[in-house]
């Protein structure tokens, strides 16, 4: 606390400048700045506990050192970046990868860093030590009983972690599907999976949310029994209300309308929630606004009007960052795409809604685009710093972080070989 307040104390005076200007500017455009930095301020987003470690593909990794080695340290690295940010007070737990074994240590350190516990995920796409059963040919969707019965005993086993932490919701991604043609009955495959999900959404307590998400292809490059949103969507409209879909940005065929798909969930009230990442091929799982920051604006401008449905509530959606960091330093590229999703969301807070519905309903395009681009060609940072400083947090965390020498310090005390489960 004490090192972002004498930090602050340093960019302070340069902040206020660009701050009031702004206002001022924003204010002849008729913007309520004050409410629309409390909107920032509330703003939350969960970080995965498997992206706290460096990432790799199938042809190398390369560790960057001083790793979190325990879901403690994990919860210590996500207090940190919340510390810097007071924007990422959330963490999202994979099981088995980060059994809490003393689940009440667990909520009571997490709380000490002011985090709670978003969605618990399920892991049906590896076979685990010890594991009875394979999931080399799928799991909830496999063609043995005894598989499925396996699958839907682990996501029942992923909840109850899950309640002993206070967390919510159950995100559920499966990698079933087939790398051949012919391989799988397609129909078959989905009734299955169907059947499965019923029995884990029976197990769901009450206040609870199920997230399924969906992906096109990998690890299966054939089918993908969830292969896009209107197949999540049809499963989760008759699993009942506790399903919705997840949105994982990386997870469309190229050029794909994201902000459509959000549109349309958001209409029929089927949005759950969010894993914020970016690409530019694939599931790239790149940092969040690396490579497409307007989409990701046409995105939050869809995402504004479903937080205004809700009554304005900024974590109306489970926000999470789903993120992997093949060169550059977890905790960094996590501060990143934090402030990506700030700025994103700032931007899209600007839009005048009235003038756009005005515009959309006289046919004017030419109109249209400019309402959206004087938003987005504005500089919010002054915005999201000045709601990280009402915060209590840095004006520049990544600054701060580097200031500190925090990584340094990590492979001093964790060392330079420690590896983060995940991934
Ligand atoms: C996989 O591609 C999905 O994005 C999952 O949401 C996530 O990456 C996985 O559950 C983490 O292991
Ligand atoms: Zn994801
Ligand atoms: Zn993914």
Request: hydrophobic share 40%.
């Amino acid at each position: 606390k004490e090192a972002v307040e004498s930090f602050n104390r340093k960019y302070r005076a340069k902040h206020e400048r660009q701050f009031s200007w702004l206002k001022e500017e924003l204010s002849e455009q008729g913007v309520d700045t004050e409410a629309l930095v409390a909107q920032l301020q509330a703003f939350q987003v969960a970080i995965p506990s498997w992206a706290l470690g460096t990432g790799g593909t199938r042809f190398g990794r390369f560790a960057g050192g001083g790793e979190p080695g325990s879901l403690e340290q994990k919860i210590e690295d996500i207090g940190l970046l919340h510390a810097l940010n007071k924007s990422s007070g959330a963490i999202s737990l994979h099981i088995p990868w980060d059994i809490p074994e003393d689940p009440a240590h667990i909520k009571k350190l997490a709380e000490s860093h002011g985090i709670r516990f978003d969605a618990v995920n399920s892991n049906t796409f590896q076979d685990q030590k010890g594991q009875q059963l394979s999931y080399k040919f799928g799991s909830l969707c496999h063609t043995d009983a005894a598989v499925r019965k396996q699958a839907v005993a682990h996501n029942i086993e992923v909840i109850r972690h899950g309640m002993a932490l206070g967390s919510k919701s159950l995100s559920l991604w499966l990698s079933d599907g087939s790398c051949f043609p012919g391989q799988q009955n397609l129909a078959r495959a989905f009734n299955y999976t169907l059947e499965s999900l019923r029995e884990i959404y029976e197990a769901l307590p009450e206040g609870w949310q199920f997230l399924v998400e969906y992906k096109p292809y990998e690890p299966n490059f054939y089918s993908t029994v969830i292969q896009d949103w209107g197949t999540s969507h049809l499963l989760c409209s008759k699993l009942g209300e506790k399903a919705n879909v997840l949105v994982d940005l990386g997870h469309h065929l190229p050029n794909t309308n994201i902000e459509q798909i959000v549109a349309i969930l958001i209409n029929e009230k089927r949005l759950g929630g969010f894993h914020f990442n970016d690409s530019k091929y694939g599931d790239d799982d790149l940092t969040v606004g690396s490579i497409r920051p307007y989409m990701l604006f046409l995105i939050f401008n869809e995402l504004v009007e479903g937080i205004r449905q809700s009554g304005g509530d900024s974590n109306a959606y489970a926000w999470m960052i789903d993120a992997s960091h093949n060169v550059k330093d977890p905790l960094e590229d996590l501060l990143q795409s934090v402030e990506a999703i700030l700025l994103a969301y700032a931007q899209a807070m600007l839009i005048n809604r009235e003038s756009l519905d005005n515009a959309q309903l006289a046919n004017d395009a030419g109109r249209a685009q400019q309402i959206l681009q004087q938003a987005f060609r504005t500089d919010v940072r002054p915005l999201v710093k000045e709601a990280m400083l009402r915060s209590g947090a840095a004006l520049d965390p990544l600054g701060l972080f580097r200031e500190l020498k925090v990584r340094e310090r990590l492979i001093e005390e964790r060392g330079a070989s420690s590896q983060a489960t995940g991934l």
